[in-house]
């Protein structure tokens, strides 16, 4: 069965330093997914991985996928206090029926 | 549209209690998806349908039952509600996973069994 593990689970960091979160997943999955959460709130969409090798960018946050190595990553640069909020990863498990996610990695950014 | 729409947005419940949280989409969804979310422990499938009629269960189904009669509502029953059930809940609904498809959440529903 998938499992999905992020790290780290907790970041904290300066404004306008870089960082990487890390998404492991067990087992194959044909695309990988990254949403945001802010506090008290539902979770948004951020990109949708699809191939080895994927590489996707919004503004300060870009996203990859390395399916050999069964790992994503969410890399941040500049960080400003607006990108604040708990990051998900998840994989598709069940013949791709089922969506399973990763802990969330909880990002505070500070001046 | 509206997406996914969830009600009620909070509700509190008592020991023993039952309740339906209610769950439907607009867009035509084949796949629904029931999730739990405890602080700190990320989002746990409860019970997922990949269309009307069919529903499976997920990581975590005991004390829950969904039905699923049409496309559009996927609605999710506690029966004998538990302090162990209190928690923030989140419906999802996603195409069939293909091409650039992303699931889209509703905005939760916060129960509390005391």
């Known amino acids: 069965e998938l499992k999905v593990e992020q790290n780290p689970l907790f970041l904290s960091m300066q404004e306008g330093k870089n960082y990487t979160i890390y998404c492991n997943y067990s087992t194959t999955s044909d695309r990988l997914y990254w949403y945001r959460q802010d506090p008290g709130k539902s979770l948004e969409s951020l990109f949708v991985l699809l191939s080895n090798g994927a590489v996707k960018q919004e503004g300060r946050l870009m996203a990859s996928l390395d399916t050999k190595a069964r790992l994503s990553t969410l890399h941040i640069t500049a960080a400003v206090h607006d990108l604040s909020a708990t990051y998900f990863c998840?994989?598709?498990?069940?013949?791709?029926?089922?969506?399973?996610w990763g802990l969330g990695t909880s990002l505070a950014v500070n001046p | 549209n509206a997406g996914v729409t969830q009600t009620p947005k909070f509700r509190i419940l008592k020991i023993g209690q039952s309740m339906t949280l209610q769950c439907a989409q607009d867009m035509n969804h084949n796949y629904m998806y029931w999730y739990r979310q405890d602080p700190g422990m990320g989002l746990k499938l409860i019970y997922y349908?990949?269309?009307?009629?069919?529903?499976d269960k997920g990581e975590v189904p005991n004390g829950y039952n969904v039905s699923r009669s049409t496309t559009e509502d996927f609605p999710l029953r506690l029966e004998l509600a538990a302090p162990s059930q209190t928690s923030v809940y989140f419906c999802?609904?996603?195409?069939?996973?293909?091409?650039?498809?992303?699931?889209?959440f509703g905005q939760g529903t916060r129960l509390t069994v005391v």
């Open positions: 998840a994989g598709n498990a069940g013949n791709n029926r089922k969506l399973i």
């Open positions: 349908s990949v269309g009307a009629g069919i529903t």
């Open positions: 999802a609904s996603i195409f069939p996973p293909t091409g650039n498809t992303e699931a889209f």
